[in-house]
């Protein structure tokens, strides 16, 4: 079946240590996200990549950092300059960056000890 | 003026009663419109896109206002299974989505 994995789902780390989120989806899609969701908070955009070896920063990029190495693979790392990273972290990808129609991994949940 | 704007609820309604959410944009620039269901602790899936001229899919109706930088979104006869939350995207056109903080629907038997 098509669509984005997502991994670990739960991590819980220690204040001070990098973290990286592992996103793969098999859509062929070309655009990537990675999003952060607090309670009671709308998604925020973090970084996005429309094709391989490239990416944006979104609303909220300090404390983290991307790559887009392969088509299917966009890994998120939250560094620790991140002040806040206990959050609810959210990938998706697209056929094309202004689409509508994002498919979400079941996200992954830090949180920072 | 927030980017999106959306009464959080909850919305508390028996089974089977209709019920509307409205949202607010406030860039008039926005090109295409969206609602997305999520349900508690999972991710967002899309629900509907919301057209110029109104769109229905089943009990679910979307509309957009463009003079009043709103759309909404109606669900008739209310199941169990609609509770969730119901958040309006919106897109600028030249960038990417834009998603509201959402509104709250539990649905009571």
């Known amino acids: 079946d098509g669509g984005i994995t997502q991994s670990p789902k739960y991590l819980f780390r220690k204040e001070g240590q990098n973290v990286t989120l592992s996103c793969e989806q098999n859509l062929n899609h070309d655009a990537m996200y990675w999003y952060r969701q607090d309670p009671g908070q709308g998604l925020r955009l973090i970084y996005y990549?429309?094709?391989?070896?490239?990416?944006q920063k979104g609303d909220i990029a300090e404390g983290y950092s991307v790559s887009r190495e392969k088509k299917e693979s966009f890994p998120l790392t939250v560094t620790s300059a991140q002040k806040n990273p206990t959050a609810f972290y959210l990938c998706?990808?697209?056929?094309?960056?202004?689409?509508?129609?994002?498919?979400f991994g079941e996200g992954s949940r830090l949180t920072v000890l | 003026r927030k980017e999106v704007e959306q009464d959080p609820g909850p919305f508390n309604v028996p089974e089977g009663a209709t019920v509307a959410f409205n949202c607010t944009y406030s860039?008039?620039?926005?090109?295409?419109f969206f609602w997305y269901r999520q349900d508690c602790r999972k991710e967002p899936k899309l629900l509907m896109s919301v057209y110029s001229s109104g769109n229905e899919d089943g009990r679910f109706t979307a509309q957009l206002n463009r003079a009043s930088q709103y759309i909404s979104l109606l669900i008739r006869d209310s199941k169990l299974s609609d509770s969730a939350t119901y958040l309006c995207?919106?897109?600028?056109?030249?960038?990417?989505?834009?998603f509201g903080k959402g509104t709250m629907l539990l649905v009571s038997p």
């Open positions: 860039n008039s620039a926005s090109q295409s």
């Open positions: 995207v919106v897109n600028r056109g030249y960038s990417t989505l834009t």
């Open positions: 998706a990808s697209s056929r094309t960056v202004n689409t509508g129609e994002l498919f």
């Open positions: 990549s429309q094709i391989v070896n490239d990416f």
